[in-house]
């Protein structure tokens, strides 16, 4: 016991005055199972002890309990694996467990970013399992891994949830296997952040520093509220001049939607697209492959790839490889461009805020529902799937506020 108070200790778990009432929880747990601390217990015998608890003591009480008890168990099995050697045939084991995700993933039109993301966290699920064998692994160990990364790696709730997919992805497609209770993991703390808002003259402060094709994608991102992904994802045909929309395909939650395209933009845009119509001829010409389509419509269509419409709206410079399909051609613009572009505009600016450029997509809600726009319309044009998603703009909106005025003032 005295190891394992030492061990939250130093991982700063639970603050040191709480101690000495987790320590006496998981000793009541015990005694009430008859038991030694160490011993296996079941999800059964800890119902039981909570509903007991519930009879004389509050709803913190039993939570804390709770609580004391599942970082204990989670310690006894953290320690145990790391003193287990893992299994002399395990690593090949894994590796056809990685192709076979791989395989999946792809067979099931998952994106680069998705697939490379999933195949992160199995790497960190390998090296928390010590090399185990992949085909040996229950609800425990991934009970234990989310546990660990809340506990030991301080992760955010979404990091975490995120990691649970992976997981749950490989249990479900690959292995075969059910996951069938984690409600036992130690869950990440929540924390409610406030977007990082840029004023109207903030934002064209940071205009002022940009030119060519990085002024005008983060042009297109403000004024119509785009993730960098759905921007760098946009194909000709996808901006409508007439109806003054652009259409997003698989946005966010894998939906298309409309929002609106700035009428200010249109001459621009209009310029780049006939720039970006030589490199496209000049491909045709040097016989490059089309682009790279989506889902299956590249074997249905195959010529597709080479049609006006489909291309890149912000193709780039350069020819590339395919990872997937080891092709050579023309990808659209990398991520990291733009990335570097607002970076360096946003210091140059002399902004001390946190500028990224998903920090113009929060611009966009704020001043929109500053200028008293409903908040549904603001939520479809922003692709979210929920209203609460949304909301959180009105915290950083100036104009709910109230009109509160400080008494200083």
């Given at each position: 016991m005295e190891e394992f108070r030492s061990y939250l200790l130093s991982k700063r778990i639970v603050p040191e005055k709480n101690l000495v009432y987790y320590l006496s929880w998981i000793t009541q747990f015990y005694a009430f199972c008859d038991k030694s601390p160490g011993d296996d217990v079941s999800a059964e015998e800890i119902d039981r002890f909570l509903k007991y608890l519930m009879r004389s003591r509050e709803d913190w009480q039993v939570n804390q309990a709770n609580e004391a008890i599942q970082l204990f168990i989670y310690y006894n099995r953290r320690k145990y694996r790391n003193e287990t050697e893992g299994d002399i045939d395990s690593d090949a084991k894994w590796k056809v467990v990685v192709q076979d995700m791989v395989r999946v993933l792809r067979l099931k039109h998952r994106s680069l970013s998705t697939e490379k993301t999933y195949i992160g966290w199995l790497r960190s699920f390998y090296r928390f399992l010590n090399g185990q064998s992949p085909y040996e692994l229950d609800s425990s160990h991934v009970k234990d891994f989310l546990s660990y990364l809340a506990v030991e790696r301080h992760v955010s709730p979404s990091t975490q949830n995120q990691a649970f997919n992976a997981i749950l992805f490989l249990f479900r497609h690959v292995l075969n296997n059910n996951i069938d209770d984690i409600k036992g993991a130690v869950r990440a703390s929540k924390t409610r952040r406030l977007p990082?808002?840029?004023?109207?003259?903030?934002?064209?402060l940071i205009f002022d520093h940009l030119n060519t094709t990085g002024l005008l994608m983060a042009q297109l991102i403000y004024g119509c509220g785009l993730p960098l992904r759905e921007c760098l994802e946009l194909r000709i045909k996808d901006i409508d001049f007439e109806r003054s929309c652009v259409t997003v395909r698989s946005g966010k939650g894998d939906k298309d939607r409309e929002t609106v395209l700035p009428e200010s933009l249109k001459d621009d845009l209009r310029q780049h697209l006939d720039q970006t119509r030589v490199l496209y001829e000049k491909d045709r010409r040097d016989n490059v492959p089309g682009v790279q389509l989506p889902g299956a419509l590249e074997r249905k269509y195959p010529n597709a790839g080479?049609?006006?419409?489909?291309?890149?709206?912000?193709?780039?410079?350069?020819?590339?490889?395919?990872?997937?399909?080891?092709?050579?051609?023309?990808?659209?613009?990398?991520?990291?461009?733009?990335?570097?572009?607002?970076?360096?505009?946003?210091?140059?600016?002399?902004?001390?805020?946190r500028v990224t450029v998903h920090t113009l997509r929060h611009s966009f809600a704020t001043h929109l529902l500053e200028k008293g726009y409903d908040?549904?319309?603001?939520?479809?044009?922003?692709?979210?799937?929920?209203?609460?998603?949304?909301?959180?703009?009105?915290?950083?909106?100036?104009?709910?506020?109230?009109g509160v005025q400080s008494p200083l003032d």
């Open positions: 990082s808002v840029l004023t109207k003259q903030e934002v064209f080479k049609e006006w419409g489909w291309q890149w709206v912000f193709p780039s410079k350069t020819l590339s490889v395919d990872p997937r399909t080891r092709q050579i051609r023309r990808y659209h613009i990398h991520p990291t461009y733009l990335q570097k572009e607002i970076k360096h505009a946003a210091l140059a600016a002399g902004l001390t805020k908040i549904r319309t603001i939520q479809e044009l922003l692709g979210h799937s929920t209203l609460r998603a949304t909301m959180i703009y009105t915290h950083v909106a100036q104009k709910n506020k109230l």
